[in-house]
């Protein structure tokens, strides 16, 4: 299966278990959505949509915002992540719209990133999500995280990767779809710390599942009293394990006295083995 057929059916199948794929943010119209992004970096949305009331209450406009000072701004938005810098850069960013847009949030990407706190990926969700822009393809961190787990992308380990890869997988004209179908899936289904591929439509496509079905099967009968690593390859135990990278780059725990990654945590019988996994 090639990646285009792999993200063909990854869309298919999320489009029928998300029927709205559309943002989580809260906002009415252009001013509200890029003040709600700009809060949203490293911010999950649910949080952001519990400040953004009293915020747009006292702000109710990009004029409002722009004649506020960064002092105002930061009370309310205080239990966001960076509240000092962002409230700085909402200031900033309802400022310079005024004075070099004539008030109207830009629409292209390459005008949008000229305002502070913009950066590529909030330019790409303002465009995509307010304009229709049909060259975005925003990265975030489940999207990054879920299409490199799936093997939508191969390898990925930046964001502008992620963003090429997927946009030679998936054709043109559901790339803003796309966005929000892969974070819906990575903030509900395909979570960072445990991925519930109980509950997901995904692993006959999927490579990172893939990968944990070949993980070697727990061993029983492990007595831990004899030390926390069992190696199968030279049936014995240690305590205090070495590390080493295996062939997909991975470090993984092996046994000092012969080297093997065959290794089993005494207690549980489960395998040390780890399935590469991209975090942002
Ligand atoms: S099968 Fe598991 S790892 Fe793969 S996409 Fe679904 S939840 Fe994520
Ligand atoms: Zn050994």
Sequence with gaps: MNRTERAQIVLEKLREVIPRPQSELAFVDEYQLIVAVILSAQCTDARVNKVTPALFDAFPTLDAMAEATPEQVFPLIRSVSYPNNKSKHLVGM?????????????????????????????????SSVAFDDDDALPVD?????????IGLVDGADTTLKVERGLKAAIPRGTWGEAHHLLILHGRYTCIARKPNCEACPLPPVCRYYERLQKLPTPLSGLDPKKGKYYCKT????????????DRHGTEQTACPTCGSMNVFLAKTGETTKKVRDYRV
């Design 94 to 126: 309802a400022q310079r719209v005024r004075d070099d847009f004539g008030g109207h949030i830009p629409q292209t990407q390459a005008d949008l990133v000229k305002l502070p706190g913009v950066g590529r990926k909030t330019a790409q969700v303002v």
């Design 141 to 149: 961190t489940h999207v990054f995280r879920v299409a490199n787990r």
């Design 234 to 245: 030279h049936d014995g135990y240690f305590s205090e394990a070495t590390t080493k990278t």
